[in-house]
T-cell receptor, first 111, second 114 residues
Framework: RKEVEQDPGPFNVPEGATVAFNCTYS??????FFWYRQDCRKEPKLLMS???SGNEDGRFTAQLNRASQYISLLIRDSKLSDSATYLC????????????FGTGTRLQVTL | SAVISQKPSRDICQRGTSLTIQCQVD?????MFWYRQQPGQSLTLIAT?????????ESGFVIDKFPISRPNLTFSTLTVSNMSPEDSSIYLC???????????FGEGSRLTVL
């Protein structure tokens, strides 16, 4: 079983749609969780951290379910510029060392 | 954040040769890492570059194949030795600060081995 599993997609959605990505992780001792965004042929960049209580940043909402070892990312009112690959990332140390990346979920937002 | 410059940005190399990738950061950073992203795959940590000492390698990666240097807090190199087509990949330098959970990445070095 992979340490971090994501549905690879692609998810093709129209502008304005709401889309949700899911991610599961295998190590119950994992401490920190993140969503990174990677544009085509670019480096990954942090989108948001994921907190136990859930957190929201504008149109983006991240949630963590430790019991089910499950992380989600919800994007509301999708924009064309949201088209990218979204990487679920887990840390067993609580720091940036030993990050484990999922293979990513590709999102394509269309007119 | 930091400006992270990687060189070369891309290269095409012959089998059996070696290539050294440089990573320069515009400020002192606590941690520097080297990742690999093979086509269609996610990022895999190769090693943590330790300043003034030997790098810490992840399972499946060895110093003879991927020697790493980090002479100071702003610079590191990764060498891909005795290359084969299986080494064709994007190699990414990344940095972080003490206590921080965020990684910042360089733009990557796209390596093709013929």
């Amino acid at each position: 079983r992979k340490e971090v599993e994501q549905d690879p997609g692609p998810f093709n959605v129209p502008e304005g749609a709401t889309v949700a990505f899911n991610c599961t992780y295998s190590n119950s001792a994992s401490q920190s969780f993140f969503w990174y965004r990677q544009d085509c042929r670019k480096e990954p960049k942090l989108l948001m951290s994921v907190y136990s209580s859930g957190n929201e940043d504008g149109r983006f909402t991240a949630q963590l379910n430790r019991a089910s070892q499950y992380i989600s990312l919800l994007i509301r009112d999708s924009k064309l510029s949201d088209s990218a690959t979204y990487l679920c990332v887990v840390s067993n140390t609580g720091t940036a060392s030993k990050l484990t990346f999922g293979t990513g979920t590709r999102l394509q937002v269309t007119l | 954040s930091a400006v992270i410059s990687q060189k070369p940005s891309r290269d095409i190399c012959q089998r059996g040769t070696s290539l050294t990738i440089q990573c320069q950061v515009d400020s002192q950073v606590t941690m520097m890492f080297w990742y690999r992203q093979q086509p269609g795959q996610s990022l895999t940590l190769i090693a943590t570059a330790n300043q003034g000492s030997e790098a810490t390698y992840e399972s499946g990666f060895v110093i003879d194949k991927f020697p790493i240097s980090r002479p100071n807090l702003t610079f590191s190199t990764l060498t891909v030795s005795n290359m084969s087509p299986e080494d064709s990949s994007i190699y990414l330098c990344s940095v972080s600060w003490a206590g921080g959970g965020e990684l910042f990445f360089g733009e990557g070095s796209r390596l093709t081995v013929l």
